[in-house]
């Protein structure tokens, strides 16, 4: 059975996200909340924790994880920002978007679309997120938790513990999460395309 943290949702306990960063470092799968749903994370270079991931959710090659960033200037050290994304992700991050830009050498290879070379970036805006992302100096590996099959994430803590087991290292309970995903946009192009409307207004971006 997966080990299991009860962090307040608003003043993390320094003492818990310690631990949950150990799990992390020793090449753990976390189950956390992001402020939409839960997501499914673990250290950016862990290949085998990736390919946990992938297995847990039943993913294909080409689909696109997200890296959960801290701040603007963790995403300009993974990707390749023009001034016109750079004005964009500014206005709205932290909070409920996920953008798809163009990786740079520092993002590995498995977790970057394979023909694309892009990579989803997201500033989580929620305490326990961001604390993980404090503690850990760098970008979590990160995924909806959509178990094959399901049409909508998982929200409930305890029942991830249960119908999770060892399939993860840890679930953070920092309370009820939600069931509709980030919105996604792709600012890889000529111009910003929403590729997923979720929780996030995505007619913003719509010319």
Not at 57 to 84: K, M, P, Q, V, W
């Amino acid at each position: 059975m997966s080990q299991y943290f009860e962090i307040h949702p608003r003043t993390p306990q320094p003492r818990l996200i310690r631990r949950a960063v150990e799990i992390l470092q020793q090449g753990g799968v976390i189950a956390y909340p992001t402020g939409t749903t839960y997501a499914l994370g673990c250290a950016m270079g862990e290949k085998s924790a990736v390919d946990r991931i992938r297995q847990l959710r039943g993913l294909e090659e080409r689909h696109h994880f997200t890296l959960a960033c801290r701040d603007l200037s963790d995403i300009g050290s993974y990707t390749r920002l023009d001034n016109n994304a750079f004005r964009l992700l500014k206005a709205h991050v932290p909070g409920p978007y996920t953008f798809v830009l163009r990786a740079t050498a520092e993002v590995p290879r498995r977790v970057q679309h394979t023909r694309r070379k892009t990579i989803g970036i997201r500033v989580p805006d929620h305490p326990v997120a961001q604390a993980l992302l404090e503690a850990l100096g760098e970008p979590l590996t990160t995924t909806t938790l959509l178990l094959p099959g399901e049409t909508v994430p998982m929200t409930d803590p305890v029942d991830m513990r249960e119908r999770l087991g060892r399939q993860v290292d840890a679930v953070i309970d920092g309370g009820p999460g939600g069931l509709e995903p980030s919105t996604v946009v792709d600012l890889s192009g000529e111009r910003p395309e929403v590729i997923r409307h979720g929780a996030g207004d995505g007619h913003v971006f719509q010319a």
